[in-house]
């Protein structure tokens, strides 16, 4: 069996079928990350009509966060914290237009809450790998993944050496950045994804796409398809605690 660390299940129309098809590709747990309020609402309802197989991370994506929205959007996400997995999606990005101030004040807030309930944190770190990785180091979290890690192996280093986890996608196929980091994170540390439903070259992705990261990350550790499933199955158990 297989588990996808990290899905934006709300952004997908056709859920029962993308489902169906995951599980023909024995994904068998679906991690569905939030974004927003909108976001983390359906995901909710989603864990709940696939309860077993789809398991909630409510989050505030740096793409999201609007001024105005941050206090409503920050209690809602701790008052439904316990019942989640994991927060997530969480983090700084500095391509994106909303001011770093802003992003790190609400960073700040939400590692701390993750530390409060003792809940593991999903990382989004788009040109600002050492600064995220240092305030998830200073927050005093236990758990917390990067994904999709692209970025300097001397930071990379860091993330391994404070314990924390890193996660492979479908780029592993074409992404030089990407396949440098996977190929120095030891297996234990590494969880799979596909963050879908995003597109990897034409295609947009869907879990069932997770055996696409499976073959990738098999070629680059030259260790067998069979070995790797349960090896990243099982951290992914115990990072989520699943």
Known sequence: MLIDTHVHLDQIKSVERIIQTALEAEVRVIIAVGMNNASNNRILELADQFAGMVYPAVGYHPWSIEAEEVEKT??????????????????LDYKVKVKKPLQRGVFERLLQLAK???KPVIVHSRLSHSRTHQMVAESGVEKAV????????????RILADGFWVSA??????????RAAITRAPLERILIETDAPVKYGNKVSEPADLRVTLRELSHLKNVSENK???????NARRFFGI
């Open 146 to 157: 990067f994904h999709w890690y692209s970025g300097a192996l001397d930071v990379l280093d």
């Open 116 to 118: 409060e309930k003792k």
């Open 169 to 178: 996608t479908p780029a592993l196929a074409y992404s030089p950045p990407h």
């Open 74 to 91: 920050i209690r809602f996400i701790e008052s439904k914290l316990d019942n989640s997995v994991a927060l997530g999606e969480v983090g």
């Open 228 to 234: 790797l499933a349960s090896v990243t199955t099982e």
